[in-house]
Every structure is written in structure tokens, then in C-alpha cells.
């Protein structure tokens, strides 16, 4: 009897293993179907291209002629409106820069500021700093990516360097007119370095005596501390520093930090390029705040590398809204 149930057991044990192996069989076989099928629910538009580089995930999507990337799941732009985030980084500074002629950009791997960078003929030289080299072999090869770009990864100006930004400035002795700062939200360690006081201390460094500088600074409405963070840390750095914001509908309000060693004077910009969203009329309104989005400085801490302020900041942010 007891022989009996022993062999029992082994046959259902046996069963079992069967039923594991083959699960694992079938979910080896179509487990890249499945990883599509999910990550397909995560994005509202048909995927066209998706990758993985040792840095980030890539992915981009189109509907009719909305074509979106994402780096690690958030959106970088979509083409419907990317103008409206790019000549608002870029026209600010460079209209009132003394001189426009080297250019240093800091992320921009998609080659969309540099896009707009060109429209100005005294432009010489533009140096891009982007960590992931597959970001912009994607940007430089991807037939909608370059249609989008008009090809500025291309252009003889145009320097591409695939390094960090923060290893990149430490050892820089170049110094440059317009430093423009377009890196991804700071919702890592790693990102968060590249918007302590040290990073703006190090760009300053870079920066012509006269020279002008523009800092993506997330939203000031959904991230309200995190965007006045990134302000007040410029501000210990002894730098003049002036906030403005553009309302882009694929992602609302977006904020940047207007940045000089000397005196910023915003009423003097003049536009004499060809723009598609920015004129004279909407100038003044990009430095007017409301007050929903105001915050008292003394509420919120500089953001350093002994205290990483920014990214608990941004992260509180994202809790909320998510």
C-alpha cells in the first residue's frame, strides 16, 4: 500500500514538471509577443520603432502625421506642436546672446534645438553633448526623425559628442555663447546630478563673459518645488537668472531657466528668424507666472550633490499627478 502511494506521488509530481515545462515552453515562444502586446497598451499611438540602448528605452510612435518619442516610458516630443518647447529654448537665449556663433547643446539628441540653432547664419560651430550615441544614430537615420530635424544632426556646423554632460564640462576648455540645456527630467540619481549647483557652477565655467544660457526646468504648474528648485540653485551660484514657461498641449505648461553671468534683460529680445509659435505679441506673456505657480523661494532647497533635493521634489510631483 505504501508502495503504491509513493509511486502516486512521483506520477503527480511528474504531472506537474510536465505542465511547469510546458508553460515555460509556451511562454518562451511567445513571450515577445506578449512584452509587445503590453507594451503596446502603453502608449496611445501605433508603435513604429522600439529599443532598448544600454541608457534608456527608446520608443516612437505614430497616428496619421503625429509622430512621438519616449525616453523610459515619458514623452520628449510630439511633432504637432515640439516647435512650440524648442523655439522657446532656443530663440530666447539666442536673440539675446552678443554673440551666436559656438554653440554648446547638453542632451537635444533628437536634434530638434539644433534644427533650430541653424536659422541663425552667424552660427559656426555647434557642439552636441548626448550621453546615448543610439539616440542620435537614431535621430541622424530615422527617415521621420530626420524629415522632423531637417537633417541638423547632419550638418557640417554640427559636432556630435557621446559623452555625459557633467564629465563633458569638467573637462572642457572651450568656451562658448550660448550653452543650451536640454536634458531629460531628473527622475533619476544620475539626472539629478546634472542639476545640482556643481553642474551650473561647471556650464557657467564654459560660458563667454557675455554669453547666455537657456536650462529645460520641468513644469511649473505640475511640478511646481522641483521647477523653483532648479531656479534657486542657480541662483546660489551666483548667477542672474530669470524664469519663463510655454504651454505645450502634447504635455502642458513647461518651464526653462533663463541664465547669464551679467544682466538679463528680457524686454531687448527681438525675433528676425522665421518662427512658428513665437512672435513679439507672446513674448512678455512667457515671463508672466500665475499664481498657481508661484512658490515663495525660502519653501523650497537648492538642489546640491551632498543634498539631492530635486529629485524627492520631482518624484513627489510625479506621485501626485500619476
Known sequence: IKYKKYVKKIEILR??????????????????????????????????????????????????????LFLNGNIQFSSSDEYRYHESLVHIPMSLANKRENILVLGGGDGLAIREILKYEEVNKISLVDLDEEMTNLCSSNKDIVKLNEGSLSNNKVTIINEDAYKFLENNKELYDVIIVDLPDPNNEDLNKLYTNVFYRLCSNSLNTNGIMS?????????????????????????NVIPYHVWVPSFGEWGFQLVSKGTIEPDSIELNIPTKFLNHENLKGLFLFSEDEKIELDNVKPNTLSNPQLITYYLEAEKRWR
Open 15 to 68: 504531472f506537474i514538471s510536465i505542465c511547469v515545462l510546458l508553460l515555460m515552453i509556451i511562454g518562451s515562444i511567445f513571450s515577445e509577443n506578449i512584452a509587445n502586446g503590453i507594451e503596446n497598451n502603453l502608449y496611445r499611438d501605433k508603435i513604429i520603432l522600439s529599443k532598448q540602448t544600454p541608457y534608456q528605452k527608446i520608443v516612437v510612435t505614430k497616428h496619421k502625421d503625429d509622430l512621438r
Open 215 to 239: 536650462i529645460q526646468s520641468t513644469s511649473p504648474y505640475y511640478a511646481k518645488e522641483a521647477f523653483w528648485c532648479i531656479n534657486k540653485t542657480i541662483k546660489i551660484e551666483d548667477l
